[in-house]
C-alpha cells in the first residue's frame, strides 16, 4: 500500500532571514539617534552659558553653570503670550484633525459605497502636495474671508494639510475592527455613531493619539503659515517668537538658545509621554 506524503518545501538556501539584532544595527541607531539628539543637547545646555561662552568653546560645557538666560525668557511677558497663542492654535488644529479625522475615515473604512476607494486615493495624493506651493493662493482666500491676523487662519489650514496623513493612519484600525462587533452592538440598540463612541474610539486609542500628537507637534512647529498670516504682533506664536527674540538680541546666542529651547520643550514632552501610543499607531497602520 502507497501512502502520499505532502513534501514541504524546504526554505531556499540562498535565502536568510533579516537579522536586526546584530552589532551592526545597533551601531546604525546609536549613530542615528545621536545626530538627532545631539542638535537638541546642544541648544539646551547652549541655554545655560554665557555668549563670551560659546564664542571661546562652542563645543564646551557650561562652567559655571548660568541660569540668567531661562529665567530672563521666562520673565518676559511675551514669552508667555506667545506661548498660549501656540497652546491655542495646535490645541485647535488637534481637535479639529482627530475629529474631522476620524469621521472620515470611519466612512472610508466602514461604509461600502461607490466611489469610496476613489476618494480614499484623492486624500492619499494630498501627502504629495506640499503645503508651500499653495502660500500663495492660500493667503489670498483667507483674505477674502477677512480670516487674517486671527488664530483660524492658522488652525483651518493646518487641519486641511494634516487630514490625508491621518485618515492613512486611522483607516487600516477602523477596518481591522470585526464585523461581528458592530453587529452586536446594533442588536444592544447602538446605531453608528453609538458604535463609534462606544466601541470604536476605545479600540483605535493608540491610532487616535497618534494622529493627535503628530497634529498637536507640527501646529507647534508651524513658522511659514503664522509668519504669513498673523501679522498682529499679539497672535504671535512661539515659533515668530524666537525670530523676533534673536532678531531683536542678535549678539545674545546664549538668551537665543534659552528661548529655542524653552519654545521646543512642549513638543518633545508630548513625543516622550506618548512614545508607546505612537510607535503602536504607526505599526497599526502599517499592519492595516
Request: aromatic share 12%; glycine share 8%.
Amino acid at each position: 500500500m502507497t501512502v502520499a506524503v505532502n513534501s514541504v518545501p524546504a526554505p531556499s538556501a540562498g535565502r536568510r532571514p533579516v537579522q536586526w539584532n546584530t552589532p551592526l544595527t545597533y551601531a546604525l541607531a546609536l549613530a542615528v539617534a545621536a545626530v538627532s539628539i545631539a542638535p537638541v543637547v546642544y541648544v539646551v545646555i547652549g541655554g545655560f552659558r554665557t555668549t563670551p561662552q560659546i564664542v571661546d568653546d562652542p563645543a564646551g560645557l557650561p562652567d559655571p553653570w548660568v541660569w540668567e538666560n531661562y529665567y530672563r525668557v521666562l520673565t518676559q511677558s511675551g514669552f508667555w503670550r506667545q506661548a498660549f497663542n501656540s497652546a491655542v492654535v495646535a490645541l485647535g488644529t488637534t481637535l479639529g484633525v482627530v475629529v474631522l479625522g476620524m469621521a472620515a475615515a470611519f466612512v472610508l473604512a466602514r461604509y461600502t459605497f461607490r466611489g469610496r476607494e476613489a476618494l480614499y486615493t484623492f486624500f492619499t495624493l494630498g501627502l504629495l502636495f506640499p503645503a508651500g506651493a499653495a502660500i500663495l493662493p492660500l493667503y489670498l482666500l483667507l483674505r477674502d474671508l477677512n480670516l487674517i491676523n486671527s488664530y483660524y487662519a492658522v488652525i483651518l489650514p493646518q487641519v486641511a494639510f494634516s487630514l490625508p496623513l491621518t485618515i492613512v493612519i486611522l483607516r487600516p484600525f477602523l477596518s481591522a475592527i470585526p464585523r461581528e462587533l458592530e453587529d452586536a452592538a446594533a442588536i444592544d440598540g447602538a446605531g453608528r455613531l453609538g458604535f463609534l463612541w462606544r466601541i470604536v474610539l476605545p479600540l483605535s486609542r493608540p491610532a487616535v493619539v497618534t494622529v493627535g500628537i503628530l497634529a498637536f507637534v507640527a501646529s507647534w512647529n508651524a513658522f511659514l503659515l503664522p509668519l504669513l498670516v498673523l501679522g498682529d504682533v499679539n497672535l504671535h506664536t512661539l515659533p515668530l517668537g524666537v525670530q523676533n527674540f534673536s532678531s531683536q538680541y542678535t549678539t545674545d546666542t546664549a538668551g537665543v538658545l534659552a528661548f529655542t529651547s524653552l519654545a521646543m520643550l512642549p513638543a518633545l514632552l508630548f513625543f516622550t509621554l506618548a512614545e508607546k501610543q505612537i510607535v503602536g499607531g504607526l505599526q497599526g497602520a502599517v499592519k492595516g
